[in-house]
């Protein structure tokens, strides 16, 4: 395979990914050696050094992934921080309606209804008394359960968590 | 003509209308009715008696273009004066065509969007897109959660667990519903110790659906049957199901 | 600001969002001008053209997005999960369009329209998720309106119905 070819297949993979994707895996699929891809790296790092570009190649062990460069973060603050906010909002309401309703849940249970990461709506949650830490389940890593606390049911006018019901 | 076109391959009695229109290059403002008709009707001579159901769409067309057909034969009535004329305007003045050439152009506007819908799917198909980059960390301040109901937790419960993707169908395997002659016995018995049942008291919520429908049909056979009275007042009211006397 | 620096941006701004960005709110996040957003995008699409790059700008209405060129589909497709999407039959992408354009509507509005049954249509289209039912008509019988969802969009990679024109 030719290296320009392979760089633009690798950029490609990257981007779709999101994620880290390691070097083994991309020599793998592209059927070349790990060298060859390393040699592309090295090649699309040179093109992301232009100043036409924002973004970048970060290693992450013996993995790779895309990120924005961190000097036109600024800008990307600028366009993206409200969204953030009102995402955040309704991260926080989806988490707590996934509590109350089934409740004593775990983190990776929201995360997996939800599909996107919930850390920061329930440390927000927890922060405002609204839920609380309610054992643990007795699996594999033992993680914490959450449920909503007194207060919480007050909140919403309601007497106990019997009263909570989807209809 | 070219009649090795089967029926079922079309979309439906318009689509069919469209395929002669644009085979032979007819203006859809003034479509020549009876040679358009004679047209349609041969192809849905192709329609064996098996296709029966699918051919009654085709069929109810095919009365429709006969009857335009037929009105476009009536003479046209004689304009005697002006008020006469803009009375017969309202109704027999129209073109008996119209309102199939205006059904004909709302379809056509529909079938082109498909068809663009096609070629942005096909593009779609091709390329990845990539998820949004976790942002949260860019928010350091405090969030606002301020005047939210538990309707509003109730709302946001049902739209993120709508969200999930629909999991993999598990269909249930019921035991076989009581007969139908058990059924009528069960549901006699019940009335004359009661003698007057809605009937949506024959079954609760866990009741499966074959068996409400066996209740149902048990409830007709005793109406037929001469044993029981069948009243219900409204549409999708109660069926109040009383006693008859012996 | 610079042509290039711009460029970097715009780029870094696409790459983070994931979905569309409109001209206009990157004109602003910018402050300059949407001709000279149009001037960037023009730009990057003549870098990304070369074979070393495997994504490309893609234009939804009047947002920009990027995703990955047609061209590598089966080397990306080869690491990640096949893509498995059945296409649509055309009675399905009949219905599809008449729903979006006449949403609220109900089964027997968009049979009069299609002149024949659409049960099966409809439920593929639910099945997919491409349309969802909302609310009912006051009308005796009570029919379910159907409307298509945020995911129909994405399906089509449009950004608003009105991407597709009907005259």
Same mark, same amino acid.
């Given at each position: 395979?030719?290296? $320009?070819?392979?760089?633009?297949?690798?950029?490609?993979?990257?981007?779709?990914?999101?994620?880290?994707?390691?070097? #083994?895996?991309?020599?793998?699929?592209?059927?070349?050696? =790990?060298?060859?891809?390393?040699?592309?790296?090295? $090649?699309?790092?040179?093109?992301?050094?232009?100043?036409?570009?924002?973004?970048?190649?970060?290693?992450?062990?013996?993995?790779? =992934?895309?990120?924005?460069?961190? #000097?036109?973060?600024?800008?990307?603050?600028?366009?993206?921080?409200?969204?953030?906010?009102? $995402?955040?909002?309704?991260?926080?309401?989806?988490?707590?309606?996934?509590?109350?309703?089934? $409740?004593?849940?775990?983190?990776?249970?929201?995360?997996?209804?939800?599909?996107?990461?919930?850390?920061?709506?329930?440390?927000?949650?927890?922060?405002?008394?609204?839920?609380?830490?309610?054992? =643990?389940?007795?699996?594999?890593?033992?993680?914490?359960?959450?449920?909503?606390?007194?207060?919480?049911? #007050?909140?919403?006018?309601?007497?106990?968590?019997?009263?909570?019901?989807? #209809? | 003509?070219?009649?090795?076109?089967?029926?079922?391959?079309?979309?439906?009695?318009?689509?069919?209308?469209?395929?002669?229109?644009?085979?032979?290059? *007819?203006?859809?403002?003034? *479509? /020549?009715?009876?040679?358009?008709?004679?047209?349609?009707?041969?192809?849905?001579? !192709?329609?064996?008696?098996?296709?029966?159901?699918?051919? @009654?769409?085709?069929?109810?067309?095919?009365?429709?273009?006969? @009857?335009?057909? @037929?009105?476009?034969?009536? &003479? +046209?009535? &004689?304009?005697?004066?002006?008020? +006469?004329?803009?009375?017969?305007?309202?109704?027999?003045?129209?073109?008996?065509?119209?309102?199939?050439?205006?059904?004909?152009?709302?379809?056509?506007?529909?079938?082109?969007?498909?068809?663009?819908?096609?070629?942005?799917?096909?593009?779609?198909?091709?390329?990845?897109?990539? &998820?949004?980059?976790?942002?949260?960390?860019?928010?350091?301040?405090?969030?606002?959660?301020?005047? *939210?109901?538990?309707?509003?937790?109730? +709302?946001?419960?049902?739209?993120?667990?709508?969200? !999930?993707?629909? %999991?993999?169908?598990? +269909?249930?395997?019921?035991?076989?519903?009581? /007969?139908? @002659?058990?059924?009528?016995? %069960?549901?006699?018995? !019940?009335?004359?110790?009661?003698?007057?049942?809605?009937?949506?008291?024959?079954?609760?919520?866990?009741? &499966?659906?074959? %068996?409400?429908?066996?209740?149902?049909?048990?409830?007709?056979?005793?109406?037929?049957?001469?044993?029981?009275?069948?009243?219900?007042?409204?549409?999708?009211? %109660?069926?109040?199901?009383?006693?008859?006397?012996?």
């Amino acid at each position: 395979m030719e290296l $320009q070819e392979a760089m633009g297949i690798i950029e490609g993979v990257l981007f779709t990914s999101g994620n880290p994707v390691s070097i #083994d895996e991309i020599a793998k699929a592209l059927n070349t050696s =790990r060298e060859l891809v390393l040699e592309c790296v090295k $090649q699309l790092e040179i093109e992301y050094n232009k100043p036409c570009h924002g973004i970048m190649i970060s290693k992450v062990g013996n993995s790779i =992934r895309l990120t924005t460069k961190p #000097d036109i973060f600024p800008h990307i603050e600028k366009i993206f921080k409200p969204k953030v906010r009102s $995402q955040l909002s309704k991260a926080a309401l989806e988490t707590l309606a996934i509590v109350m309703f089934k $409740q004593p849940i775990t983190k990776a249970e929201i995360e997996s209804i939800r599909g996107v990461n919930c850390e920061k709506a329930l440390s927000t949650l927890l922060e405002k008394n609204l839920i609380c830490e309610k054992g =643990r389940l007795s699996v594999p890593g033992r993680p914490i359960l959450y449920a909503t606390t007194d207060e919480c049911l #007050d909140y919403f006018g309601l007497e106990s968590i019997d009263d909570i019901s989807i #209809d | 003509m070219a009649l090795n076109v089967k029926i079922d391959t079309f979309e439906g009695p318009f689509d069919l209308l469209f395929h002669l229109i644009e085979k032979n290059q *007819i203006d859809i403002y003034d *479509i /020549p009715i009876a040679e358009l008709t004679e047209q349609y009707l041969d192809y849905i001579d !192709k329609i064996t008696e098996n296709q029966l159901d699918l051919a @009654s769409e085709f069929l109810v067309m095919a009365a429709t273009l006969l @009857s335009i057909k @037929s009105k476009m034969l009536l &003479p +046209s009535m &004689p304009k005697q004066d002006v008020e +006469s004329e803009l009375a017969v305007a309202e109704d027999d003045g129209v073109d008996p065509r119209r309102e199939l050439m205006q059904k004909l152009l709302e379809y056509k506007k529909f079938k082109e969007i498909a068809m663009l819908l096609k070629k942005k799917e096909e593009k779609e198909e091709l390329v990845f897109k990539k &998820p949004p980059e976790d942002l949260s960390s860019m928010w350091t301040d405090d969030i606002p959660l301020a005047e *939210i109901t538990f309707e509003d937790l109730k +709302s946001a419960f049902k739209s993120v667990m709508g969200k !999930k993707k629909p %999991e993999e169908k598990v +269909s249930k395997i019921t035991k076989d519903p009581m /007969p139908l @002659s058990r059924k009528v016995i %069960e549901v006699y018995q !019940k009335l004359r110790q009661k003698s007057k049942i809605f009937f949506s008291r024959l079954f609760d919520k866990k009741t &499966p659906k074959l %068996e409400i429908i066996t209740t149902f049909l048990a409830v007709l056979e005793l109406v037929k049957m001469k044993r029981i009275n069948a009243v219900q007042e409204e549409q999708f009211g %109660e069926i109040v199901l009383t006693c008859r006397e012996v």
